[in-house]
């Protein structure tokens, strides 16, 4: 079956550290893969996506290579923000459905 | 930009009470979603819509829920008979691709549901 496993939070950092959330899948055929975040009191949003293997997305400083032999798509920022606070949610794509991760709370302290 | 907006942002209801759920998706999207989570839990899909009719639906989306376009703009999603393992936040979701999209779902900012 199709099913994402992201990394339990929250992930707590200091304003510009390095950031990484993992994030695993398991899927039949050519998944996308995306990540998606949630800032407090909006609803989720696309923060970047890769479509076939070995794709990079980006955004925002952030990136997450598609990365078929591992099954991975962990999300990585070189330097965080305070404004980078949100929910993170890692998500699959295939056969027309979207399967999404528990989410990962991430807080960003000055 | 446009956006997706739901109402009511929080509902509190008893148990076996009906509860509706409202949903202005964008207006030049195609596919409308509902996705719940529960507090803690993962963001689980529940239904998708196309073409005034419901394409795909989870084991979740049992007899009791419903889901409905009555005029065009709205998009709801019914609960009949509240459960306290309804309590959850519910999204709603549209998407603009086509059959085979591997666009970008555009989401509401949520309808908190407690059931007591």
């Known amino acids: 079956g199709n099913s994402v496993t992201q990394m339990e939070g929250p992930v707590t950092l200091s304003e510009e550290a390095f950031l990484t959330i993992n994030c695993t899948y398991t899927?039949?055929?050519?998944?996308?893969l995306f990540w998606y975040v949630q800032y407090p009191g909006e609803g989720l949003q696309l923060l970047l996506k890769?479509?076939?293997?070995?794709d990079k997305g980006s955004n925002k400083g952030f990136e997450a290579t598609y990365r078929k032999e591992t099954t991975s798509f962990h999300l990585e920022k070189g330097s965080v923000q305070v404004s980078d606070s949100a929910v993170y949610f890692c998500?699959?794509?295939?056969?027309?459905?979207?399967?999404f991760g528990s989410g990962t709370k991430l807080n960003v302290k000055p | 930009e446009p956006e997706v907006t739901q109402t009511p942002s929080h509902q509190v209801t008893q148990m076996g009470q009906e509860v509706i759920l409202r949903c202005v998706p964008i207006s030049n999207h195609l596919y409308f979603y509902w996705y719940r989570q529960i507090l803690g839990q993962k963001v689980e899909f529940l239904v998708s819509f196309y073409n005034n009719e419901i394409s795909e639906k989870s084991e979740i989306f049992d007899d009791q829920f419903s889901v409905e376009r009555p005029d065009g703009s709205n998009f709801t999603l019914k609960i009949r008979s509240t459960k306290l393992e309804d309590s959850a936040m519910y999204f709603c979701?549209?998407?603009?691709?086509?059959?085979?999209?591997?666009?970008?779902?555009?989401f509401g900012e949520g309808s908190r549901l407690t059931v007591l």
């Open positions: 979701a549209s998407s603009g691709e086509g059959v085979w999209n591997t666009g970008e779902l555009f």
């Open positions: 890769a479509t076939k293997a070995d």
């Open positions: 998500a699959l794509y295939n056969f027309n459905k979207f399967y």
């Open positions: 899927a039949t055929g050519y998944p996308s």
